[in-house]
């Protein structure tokens, strides 16, 4: 069963310091992965996508991570802002013959506070 | 500026009730899916359609339906067979040349709650 888990499940962190948030999948077979951000009360914004053999993407302050051997994806936040807050969601694809099939995260919440 | 609205923002459902959720795109994108979004839980996609008159059920198709009439619209039905309608629901669209028929831009949502 194709699966995608993400911890840790909520973080608080102090604004200006890093984050970290990980993604492990079991979801075969990989096609990309995909990281997305979701303020409350909204839709998901794309943040990256990144393919078999992709290592790493940035969309400024946000740097995601792709080892496609251990199946883990990490999203590394620099400088945290306020607006920084918000679900992160990843979302992982899986192409087989009859097209392709997400599977989705639950997600990581995440709150900067001054 | 081109992007995806869904309308209502909020919606109530009595007992017995269909109601439809509204979305509409301006992004000329071919393909549109519905998902729902559940606490703890990842969007599970309920419809897709790649094409005007044709869709497809998702994964949770069972108590919903939905039309593609025009290219621009992709409305759901939440019929009154779907007893835990209660969530937020997003609608998404994609460019099947760059999307690989994966949700590009999504909406902001519609929140349906049961009165």
């Known amino acids: 069963k194709n699966q995608v888990e993400q911890s840790p499940q909520s973080l608080i962190i102090l604004e200006g310091k890093n984050c970290t948030l990980q993604c492990n999948y079991t979801v075969s077979p990989f096609s990309n992965l995909r990281w997305y951000k979701q303020d409350t009360g909204r839709g998901p914004v794309s943040l990256t996508i990144m393919t078999f053999s992709e290592n790493t993407k940035s969309n400024g302050r946000y740097t995601a991570t792709l080892d496609a051997d251990t199946k883990q994806s990490s999203l590394h936040i620099t400088a945290s802002q306020l607006s920084d807050s918000a679900s992160y969601i990843c979302v992982v694809t899986a192409h087989t013959g009859g097209g392709n099939k997400l599977t989705f995260g639950t997600g990581t919440q995440l709150k900067v506070e001054l | 500026d081109g992007g995806i609205t869904q309308s209502p923002k909020y919606l109530f459902r009595k007992e017995g009730q269909n109601v439809t959720l509204s979305c509409e795109q301006n992004l000329n994108h071919d393909a549109m899916y519905w998902y729902r979004q559940d606490p703890g839980q990842g969007l599970r996609l309920i419809y897709y359609?790649?094409?005007?008159?044709?869709?497809q059920k998702g994964d949770i198709a069972e108590g919903y339906s939905v039309s593609r009439e025009k290219k621009e619209s992709f409305p759901l039905t939440v019929t009154s067979a779907q007893k835990n309608p209660t969530a937020f629901y997003l609608c998404?669209?994609?460019?099947?040349?760059?999307?690989?028929?994966?949700?590009?831009?999504f909406g902001d949502g519609t929140r349906l709650s049961i009165l």
């Open positions: 998404a669209s994609s460019s099947i040349k760059q999307g690989n028929h994966q949700p590009q831009h």
């Open positions: 359609s790649q094409i005007v008159n044709d869709f």
